[in-house]
């Protein structure tokens, strides 16, 4: 069982440039969300999907797009990357949203991103 | 604006010296606390979730507990595997589908 799969695991970009961070699960879970993590600062939630179709936004959307075309992906776009993006992104999902109570998520293992 | 703030930021202890980290919240009408282990390079591994005050749970050396303003991770003779940073989250009442993380307690225990 591969829980959540994330890819790359290492990236670095130019100021500018443009890429997808992969996400994929294959628990069937309904709610996916992506976190970046920044020393000092805690995880903090950029989006985050309670099913195919339907996504919203977290913490810190600014410069990130996603969508949710199936329930096993949820790919996190950088429209054009700034040296602030540097990070490490986590992606995140769980079996239920019940619309009140998040259950326990399950993480994958991160995406450390750099852009010069 | 839900708030966490954990406490102290690191902590060193000998192999056996029980301690306890604190997280301290503010939300509007709490629906879930929960505490995530986070070992170096890796994602966060769930641990607890408690939902009212007075809640405690326990798994092997860790026992976590809440009340209406913090909750505590209690360490109980931790062991050197014990490192890792841990995290608390909550989820307000009017923060569906979002959480909010503190910055995380590093502990380190020597042997």
């Known amino acids: 069982n591969a829980g959540v799969t994330q890819t790359p695991k290492f990236q670095v970009l130019k100021t500018g440039q443009s890429m997808t961070l992969q996400c994929a699960q294959d628990?069937?879970?309904?709610?996916m969300s992506w976190y970046r993590q920044d020393p000092g600062m805690g995880l903090r939630l950029i989006h985050y999907s309670v099913g195919a179709g339907i996504t919203d936004q977290g913490e810190v959307p600014n410069g990130y797009n996603v969508s949710r075309s199936t329930t096993e992906d949820f790919p996190l776009r950088l429209l054009s990357a700034a040296p602030s993006q540097t990070s490490v992104y986590f992606c995140?999902?769980?079996?239920?949203?019940?619309?009140?109570?998040?259950?326990?998520?399950?993480f994958g293992s991160g995406t450390q991103l750099s852009v010069l | 604006e839900d708030q966490v703030t954990q406490s102290p930021e690191a902590l060193r202890l000998q192999e056996g010296e029980s301690s306890s980290l604190n997280c301290s919240y503010t939300v509007s009408g709490l629906r879930g606390l929960f505490w995530y282990r986070q070992d170096p390079g890796k994602g966060p591994e769930f641990l607890f979730t408690l939902y009212s005050a007075g809640e405690e749970k326990e798994k092997e050396r860790l026992k976590a507990t809440l009340t209406k303003k913090e909750s505590f991770l209690h360490i109980t003779a931790p062991k050197p595997e014990d490192s890792a940073t841990y995290l608390c989250a909550v989820q307000g009442g009017t923060s569906y589908g979002k959480l909010t993380f503190g910055q995380g307690t590093i502990l380190t225990v020597h042997p």
């Open positions: 995140a999902s769980s079996y239920r949203y019940t619309g009140t109570t998040n259950e326990k998520l399950f």
């Open positions: 628990m069937n879970h309904e709610y």
